[in-house]
C-alpha cells in the first residue's frame, strides 16, 4: 500500500466513525416519539441482549437498548426499562454498581424491571418474581410499583466462559427465551406510561 492509498483509507475511517454518530445503542426500528425511551440490560451469554431488543420492538421500536458494559448516560431518557440476566440468584456485576452509581438518576425514570433466566427449563412463578424482581432488581434500583417480568432465558454452552461451561456440562443447551413474551411486556410497560 503506497503513502496516498494509507492516507485516503485513514481518512475514509475518520470520516465512518465521525458519521456514526452514538454507536453505543441499537436502534433497530427508531420510530418518533414525544418521549425518549431506553432499555439497559446486561447480560451473560446474549439471552438478556434479545429481550431488550424485543421488548423495544413490543413498544414499537422507540426505545434505544443499551449494553450496561458501554456505561450509557441515560441522563436525557425520560423513561427507561432496565434487566439482567440472572446467575446465582443475581444479576451481573457491572449492573449492579451501574444501578448504584446512578440510582439517583434513574430511580424517577424507571417504568419497568426484567429479568431473564433458566430457572433449570422449569415455569417461572411468583417465587422467581419475588426473588430476583422484587427482593434484588427492584431494591437495586430503587424502582417501585412497575411492571416486571422474569423471562425463561437459554443455555449455549458454547458462548460461556470456560469456567461456567464447565459447570452447566451436565446440562444441554436449550432456548426457552419467547420473543412474542418480551413484545408483550414491551407493550405493557408501554400501556402503563400512557395511561
Known sequence: M???????????GIGAAALAGNAGAMKFYPMPSDKK???????????????????SEG?????????????PDLSAFT?????????M??????L????????????PRIAGLFA????????????????????HLAKLSGAALVPSHVFLGRVTK???DPETAKMMAAFDDYDNLKRPECMAFGAEVLAGIKK
Open 79 to 87: 423513561h427507561i426499562v432496565i434487566g439482567g440476566g440472572i446467575r
Open 116 to 135: 431473564v433466566c433458566g430457572n433449570m427449563g422449569r415455569p417461572v412463578g411468583p417465587e422467581q418474581k419475588e426473588t430476583l424482581i422484587d427482593a
Open 59 to 71: 413498544m414499537g421500536g422507540i426505545a434505544d437498548v443499551f449494553d450496561v458494559r458501554e456505561n
Open 158 to 160: 458454547s458462548l460461556m
Open 96 to 107: 449492579q454498581d451501574y444501578l448504584r452509581k446512578h440510582r439517583d438518576v434513574l430511580k
Open 37 to 55: 425511551w431506553a432499555v439497559l440490560y446486561a447480560t451473560w451469554c446474549g439471552s438478556t441482549r434479545d429481550a431488550a431488543a424485543w421488548i
Open 89 to 94: 440468584a443475581a444479576v451481573s456485576g457491572e
Open 2 to 12: 503506497d503513502r496516498r492509498q494509507f492516507f485516503a483509507s485513514g481518512l475514509a
